[in-house]
């Protein structure tokens, strides 16, 4: 009895890579590529697919529902997209401009990617990996944080003008004192 439930398992460990080995595998990430998302500024999100399976991906539909109309407005591209198919050893990039209405915490959860990993199979659902949570500074934080500061730098160099310059100008006055050339005298 030992001996033929080893050999079963055994036969079985054999197997199941002979059958999961025909069929496309999805990998997913997806991933904000800006430093710093801004309200107001535009925030890029780059969605990446990779077939890691043997045979092609089929019917292949990526959707994100994670970002609301009411917190974002979309600039350039689209939350959903399909390909009819994904070549085995090959990948897909997708990418979409959006624009943060609001300033506050996002939950940047996972997209939703469906396909079809060989002809005549049911559908197969997979999720992208999820950046997590993430900040929008309001934009006024942002340019307190990462402008140039042109007033307070102007208002710097006042303040520090007379106790530079003062002394500035009283060392002109006498070195040009005593640096007057003398009159030769015969």
Known sequence: MRVSLSLWVAV??????????????LLASKNLLNTYAVEGRDLTVQFNIYNVGSSAALDVEL???SFSPEDFGI????LTAKWE???PSSNVTHAVVLRPLKPGYVNFTAATVSYLPHEGSSVMVGFTSAPGQGSILAQRE??????AHYLDWMAFAVMTLPSVGV??????SSKSKYDAPKAKTK
Do not use: K, M, N, Q
């Open 12 to 25: 079985l460990c054999t197997l199941a890579p002979v059958h999961g080995g025909d069929e496309a595998r």
């Open 63 to 65: 959707v994100d529902e």
């Open 75 to 78: 600039v350039s591209g689209a």
């Open 85 to 87: 198919r994904i070549a």
């Open 142 to 147: 942002f340019d307190r944080r990462f402008s």
């Open 167 to 172: 002394p500035l100008l009283l060392w002109y």
